[in-house]
């Protein structure tokens, strides 16, 4: 599903895993002060009412016809630049792709696919099927109408048997005949028909209320398959059609790529909603060090991912900018490598050997971060502790009663001393069960100032209850490199820190289950899978049966701790003056094609 980070970030993000997953916490680009070394909280000047941030802006002044929006992909590293939904990795490639979205659905304010978009949907939950039918007229950048065949395309690419993405998973296995097709048993998925040249029909093995977030394996965007189709699968990630010469449904489509480091867009005359009102948007990728500065002296009218929180500070007093901000679809965690992932079984394969397969381990190293004290002075008060592996604005589904990990330090050290993890030779540092050394390795993703600083306050946090943490590679890692190791389970990492931008589908099955790739821990379990499989079951149609299955599965997750949440956080998304109008309301999603300028120039600060 499009930006199914279930993303880093943000992959992250975020993610994002920005992601994201995924928006893994693709900004994993924080920056600024660092608590004492020793515990002592040093406090922040003033604390930000999290209440006062608009949802959108509306500026004063006569709009310009056309113009170029000049936007800043916050970002340490170079962007990927895989741009197809079906293929990109992180957080970063998935907002560029924004303005030049395939998606086929459009989503209300409960994130739930609505009619409203290029495709509309009937579901038969009796026969488990689902009907899709585009609207007439839609053409895609290049002229080419949207045909059914396109909305094909993106199953036959997840479906094959040489596609090494992430998506081919337990929702996709849903769809009928997609197993044997992946493994070469049949030539198509029997479970897609094409009805006439608007309908495609769609059967699945079961179906439930994930179908309408765009769950259960249904997939919410279009790849054109005039050009895909005589591409080989294996060759496709590096080819022209995914890299350079890219068409799109979106109001912008590509114009000038200089790979990992800008995108210029021009606008797309065959956009369905009518032609965006700007000439262009120019992304260019822009050092969290220097962006607060950069939008000061406006070299940008906004950012295409999120503001780093930790420095809301910096820019907050600007006159030029409006900030936006709403509760992000992400969480924050620290995670346990307690196996691998068998690529040729395509599931996971837990180590009962692996270092960190001890409960009382893992639920100790939680009870001894200070994640608090990491909310209030480096992110002003603009993230809080995560107490779920739901984010909260899902409200029908996110557990308020879970506790989560709070800073305990007597805990952390009973619990340990009960698993037997005792300092044998009095140098202050626990060994293992056996007497021997234990060092524990900790992965995390470099950016900004403080990446390194939170590293180090939580590995002292760890060594405050006996606990040896040292850094992975020994420093804090490069974005794209950090998702390489922990995906391919380097022995090195035995901890790490990452995020998820979720997604609008709610069901961790696609994070979690026995068959995710993205399920990074490498734990499963009977009683897991029994949980994810009730969450999307048919039974769950019955909405309190699903939010009672989502109590559950949050309940053990956190009890058995393979992953411990640490925060969510709040979206915010800095407006120059210069923009006329701009919104980030889920409800009521702001078109591209909307967008105007009163000025050329974004406006400059003169504070």
């Given amino acids: 599903m499009n930006k199914k ?68 992909l916050v970002n340490d590293s170079p962007f990927q630049g895989i741009f197809s939904t079906v293929l990109y990795e992180d957080a970063y490639d998935a907002d560029i792709m924004d303005f030049a979205s395939n998606t086929i659905f459009e989503t209300d304010g409960d994130f739930l696919l609505t009619n409203e978009g290029i495709a509309g949907m009937e579901v038969d939950q009796d026969n488990n099927k689902v009907t899709i039918t585009i609207k007439d007229g839609v053409k895609w950048s290049d002229g080419e109408p949207l045909k059914i065949e396109d909305l094909i395309q993106p199953y036959l690419i997840i479906g094959s048997p040489d596609y090494t993405g992430v998506r081919y998973d337990v929702d996709f296995q849903n769809i009928v005949g997609a197993v044997d097709y992946h493994d070469g048993k049949a030539d198509t998925i029997s479970g897609l028909k094409k009805v006439d040249e608007k309908t495609l029909e769609i059967s699945f093995t079961k179906l439930s209320p994930a179908i309408f977030s765009g769950g259960d394996g249904i997939w919410t965007s279009a790849e054109p398959s005039h050009i895909l189709k005589d591409i080989p699968v294996a060759d496709l990630l590096e080819s022209d059609a995914v890299r350079k010469n890219i068409v799109t449904l979106g109001a912008f489509k590509f114009d000038k790529i200089v790979p990992g480091e800008s995108v210029q867009f021009v606008k797309n005359e065959n956009y369905w909603r009518g032609v965006p009102k700007l000439d262009g948007v120019l992304v260019k990728t822009v050092p969290t060090t220097s962006i607060s500065v950069a939008l000061q002296t406006g070299e940008y009218h906004m950012t295409a991912n999120t503001f780093s929180t930790d420095k809301y500070l910096e820019i907050k007093d600007f006159d030029n900018l409006t900030v936006l901000a709403r509760n992000e679809l992400y969480y924050q965690y620290i995670g346990f490598k307690l196996g691998k992932y068998d690529l040729d079984k395509s599931e996971v394969a837990m ?103 939170i590293a180090s306050f939580y590995m002292q946090n760890w060594k405050d209850v006996g606990l040896n943490v040292t850094l992975a590679t020994g420093r804090t890692i490069e974005f794209n490199s950090f998702y390489d190791k922990v995906q391919g389970d380097d022995p090195e990492i035995d901890i790490f820190m990452a995020a998820w931008g979720t997604g609008t589908n709610p069901s961790p099955a696609g994070l979690y289950s026995k068959t995710a790739q993205y399920n990074f821990s490498r734990y499963t379990s009977e009683t897991l899978e029994e949980l994810l499989t009730a969450i999307d079951s048919p039974e769950a149609f019955d909405a309190e049966y699903r939010a009672d299955k989502f109590r559950e599965w949050q309940e053990y997750m956190s009890e058995n701790a393979p992953i411990i949440p640490t925060q969510t956080r709040l979206e915010l998304r800095p407006v120059n003056k210069s923009v006329k109008a701009y919104g980030i309301d889920y409800a009521n999603v702001f078109d591209w094609n909307k967008v105007e300028l009163i000025s050329e120039d974004p406006a400059k600060s003169s504070k």
């Fill in 351 to 453: 180590d009962q050997d692996a270092k960190m397969n001890d409960v009382k381990l893992r639920q100790a190293m939680g009870y001894a971060i200070d994640v608090e004290q990491v909310s209030e002075v480096y992110y002003n008060n603009l993230r809080e502790r995560a107490t779920s592996l739901i984010p909260p604005v899902f409200q029908s589904f996110y557990d308020d009663s879970l506790e989560g990990y709070t800073y305990d330090v007597d805990k952390a050290n009973a619990l340990l001393d009960e698993a037997g993890y005792k300092d044998v030779d009095g140098d202050g540092l626990r060994e293992d069960k056996e007497g021997k050394p234990l060092e524990i390795k900790f992965a995390t993703m470099s950016g900004g100032d403080i990446a390194e600083d």
């Fill in 5 to 72: 980070l279930w993303t880093l970030l943000a992959l992250l993000l975020a993610f994002v895993l920005v992601l994201g997953a995924c928006n893994g916490e693709g900004d994993s680009t924080d920056g600024k002060d660092s608590p004492a070394k020793d515990g002592d909280k040093e406090e922040s000047e003033e604390v930000v009412d999290t209440g006062s941030f608009p949802l959108d802006v509306e500026n004063e002044g006569d709009v310009i016809e056309g113009g170029t929006l000049k936007v800043a």
